[in-house]
């Protein structure tokens, strides 16, 4: 039997450490599908870890303890604010105009009423932050996402995922800012696309040791969740949960995830 939910966000992290675990006592030993570059993505996830404990670490811990909560989360919102840009144009190609409207008018409402972003108002009027980028719409107008691959400090992903954030950078207003301006201006940016990351990467710490407690084979364990939260993102938080055996019917076992 096979069941299609549809789960919220804060569930998906659950939802992917439960799948792992139950494939991994279903299967003992499966070849790697999709992963030809094993042993090369293997060796740049070494490299990534390398370069993350040295540098990136302790940078976010430094940046997470010396910035106040209230303007991290500002210096977050405002980030969001700009990404909303890409992800009403991928809206429209995607087909989706009315959610397209919906966060043409939150980018509207918060870089106005929310100082430039920094207060997500449009979240406490009923518009609530979309997540769609240039590698779902790629999904959407069907390419195949190829084989996976890890990128050089940036990090897990497909093939086809490389085009899309090629694509979500052409779709970001700094982007264009430092393109057409330069000069002091594009050092100005070139320092805010830093900030990015360093509060990405703060705001991430606090996942590590769940990964470190729960991966019994970390590349395994990375690829698996980052795979099916891509799955998740292009099925618009459609999860599709694996056969049971037949006399398996009870659906209240997935009640707790609509």
């Known amino acids: 039997m096979r069941a299609i939910v549809s789960v919220k966000k804060y569930q998906l992290a659950v939802l992917i450490v439960s799948l792992f675990f139950l494939q991994g006592c279903t299967h003992v030993a499966k070849p790697a599908e999709g992963d030809p570059w094993e042993g090369m993505n293997r ?51 995607q087909g989706k105009p009315e959610q397209g409207i919906k966060n043409t008018w939150r980018f509207i409402i918060n870089s106005s009423f929310g ?28 390419v195949p996402r190829g084989p996976f691959i890890m990128m050089p400090l940036y990090g897990p992903g497909y093939v086809r995922g490389v085009f ?13 800012v430092s393109a057409f301006l330069g000069g002091p201006v594009g050092w100005t940016v070139a320092g805010l696309n830093a900030l990015d990351i360093i509060d990405a990467r703060a705001d991430m710490l606090g996942l590590e040791k769940v990964v470190e407690e729960a991966a019994i084979d970390r590349y395994t364990f990375i690829k698996s969740g980052y795979t099916q939260q891509e799955d998740y993102l292009i099925n618009d938080g459609v999860v599709v949960i694996p056969e049971l055996d037949d006399d398996i019917e009870d659906e209240s076992l997935y009640e707790g995830l609509e």
């Open 43 to 93: 060796d740049l996830m070494g490299f990534n870890d390398g370069v993350d404990r040295a540098i990136m670490q302790p940078i976010a811990r430094g940046y997470q303890y010396i910035m106040p909560k209230f303007l991290d989360a500002g210096i977050t919102n405002a980030f969001y604010n700009l990404n909303d840009v890409g992800v009403t144009v991928n809206d429209f190609l």
């Open 115 to 142: 100082i430039a972003g920094l207060i997500d108002v449009a979240d406490e009027i009923g518009l609530p932050r979309q997540d769609e980028d240039v590698n779902q719409t790629l999904a959407v107008w069907g």
């Open 164 to 176: 899309g954030r090629a694509g979500d950078m052409a779709l970001h207003p700094l982007t264009y």
